[in-house]
């Protein structure tokens, strides 16, 4: 899962770092040269579209999706168990749904051919396809995590699934930014330190030592 998430946030990141050069590139040659590229819009919202499939997978592995969750530290542990596990399987549920509703639209969008009524004319199945590559990736991410939720209730193994499937609150979002805080200082830690021996002789390093 970890290596579907980084994959998922550097396509994320990528797609909307090339969607802001282009915004750049088309804004200076509108002031400038009164010149357009006639299609930054027509990306911008192709990647409005791929990029929200991607942050669904994201949200998902990092337990960021919302949940009213007011009043589940209360209930007994058997009610969280459950509303944990149902949580889980829902969201397998509504990502299949969306999976099978894309796959209709790309679907018909190849039977008639459609293109975008836009300047560039754009063969909307590729874009599309896209779009339901993002919500394949989602669909997976997705059934894995109620698999596991419903191996970990069926096994017994109640404990486990409410560590892995509660809603995550804010003393564990503190945690973990404090966590990555921590890794970030200690390798800027580790690179000041291999600059400043790198402009050490090894001589004086090795009496440094001895």
């Not at 994320?12 to 509108?30: M, P």
């Not at 754009?122 to 109620?146: D, H, M, N, R």
């Not at 979002?173 to 291999?194: I, M, N, P, Y």
Request: net charge negative; with cysteine; glycine share 8%.
């Amino acid at each position: 899962m970890k290596r579907i998430e980084y994959m998922a946030s550097m396509v994320f990141g990528g797609i909307f770092l090339l969607l802001s050069l282009l915004v750049v590139v088309e804004t200076l040659l509108r002031k400038f040269f009164s010149v357009s590229l006639q299609g930054v819009d027509e990306l911008g919202g192709y990647a409005l579209a791929v990029g929200a499939t991607l942050s669904f997978t994201l949200a998902l592995l990092g337990r960021t999706h919302m949940r009213i969750d007011i009043f589940h530290e209360k209930l007994p542990k058997s009610l969280q168990i459950l509303f944990n596990w149902l949580s889980a399987t829902l969201m397998a549920l509504f990502a299949i749904f969306m999976f099978w509703v894309c796959l209709q639209i790309v679907q018909e969008t190849l039977d008639y051919g459609s293109t975008a009524q836009t300047p560039w004319a754009t063969p909307l199945k590729y874009p599309q396809g896209v779009w339901l590559a993002g919500l394949t990736v989602f669909a997976f991410a997705a059934i894995l995590y109620s698999l596991r939720a419903t191996w970990l209730l069926l096994s017994g193994r109640t404990g486990q699934l409410n560590e892995e499937f509660h809603p995550k609150g804010v003393s564990e979002e503190l945690k973990e930014e404090l966590e990555d805080f921590k890794h970030r200082q200690q390798a800027t830690t580790s690179d000041v330190g291999t600059d400043v021996l790198e402009g050490v002789p090894a001589q004086a390093v090795r009496e440094g030592v001895k």
